[in-house]
T-cell receptor, first 112, second 115 residues
Framework: RKEVEQDPGPFNVPEGATVAFNCTYS??????FFWYRQDCRKEPKLLMS???SGNEDGRFTAQLNRASQYISLLIRDSKLSDSATYLC?????????????FGTGTRLQVTL | DAGVIQSPRHEVTEMGQEVTLRCKPI?????LFWYRQTMMRGLELLIY????????DSGMPEDRFSAKMPNASFSTLKIQPSEPRDSAVYFC?????????????FGPGTRLTVT
């Protein structure tokens, strides 16, 4: 089983729609969680962190359910510019350090 | 400020040849990461350095891969000999030691094709 699992999509939605992505992680020792965004043929960039209480950044809302080991990202009022791949990322300690593990990503295509 | 710089941006080579990928992290960042991205496996951490010292190389696929960081502003990832299955995009990322680990800034990547 992969450490971080995501639905690969693609999700094709019209502009203005609300879309939600889900992610599950297998290691209960994971301590922090993030969403990264990757545009086609570009590098990943941090979108937002995910906090237990849920957090919002403009049109983006992230949620974490530690009991179910589940993370979500909600995008409201989708824009064409939101078209990208969204990577679920989990940070867990490994000995004296910690490492990020990336999901394979969920592709979003927003259309007119 | 300059971001993470990687070179070359594209590399096409024949099976058996040596390939060297280069990375210059953001000035002041103490941690450097090498990742490989493929369609099938996504983004995988190969190795990371903290203060120029390799901390975790458990992701390095095999002995054909080696990485060095001779100083705070330069790192290399070498594949010798290269094989077609090494074809992927290789990203270098850096972060500020002591800061939240998630603040990793990625370079533009090197797209490697081994024929």
């Amino acid at each position: 089983r992969k450490e971080v699992e995501q639905d690969p999509g693609p999700f094709n939605v019209p502009e203005g729609a609300t879309v939600a992505f889900n992610c599950t992680y297998s290691n209960s020792a994971s301590q922090s969680f993030f969403w990264y965004r990757q545009d086609c043929r570009k590098e990943p960039k941090l979108l937002m962190s995910v906090y237990s209480s849920g957090n919002e950044d403009g049109r983006f809302t992230a949620q974490l359910n530690r009991a179910s080991q589940y993370i979500s990202l909600l995008i409201r009022d989708s824009k064409l510019s939101d078209s990208a791949t969204y990577l679920c990322v989990v940070n867990r300690p490994t000995g004296t350090a910690s490492k990020l593990t990336f999901g394979t990503g969920t592709r979003l295509q927003v259309t007119l | 400020d300059a971001g993470v710089i990687q070179s070359p941006r594209h590399e096409v080579t024949e099976m058996g040849q040596e390939v060297t990928l280069r990375c210059k992290p953001i000035s002041g960042h103490n941690s450097l990461f090498w990742y490989r991205q493929t369609m099938m496996r996504g983004l995988e951490l190969l190795i990371y350095f903290n203060n120029n010292v390799p901390i975790d190389d458990s992701g390095m696929p095999e002995d054909r891969f080696s990485a060095k960081m001779p100083n705070a502003s330069f790192s290399t990832l070498k594949i010798q000999p290269s094989e077609p299955r090494d074809s992927a995009v290789y990203f270098c990322a850096s972060s500020r030691s002591g800061g939240p680990l998630y603040e990793q800034y990625f370079g533009p990547g090197t797209r490697l094709t081994v024929t």
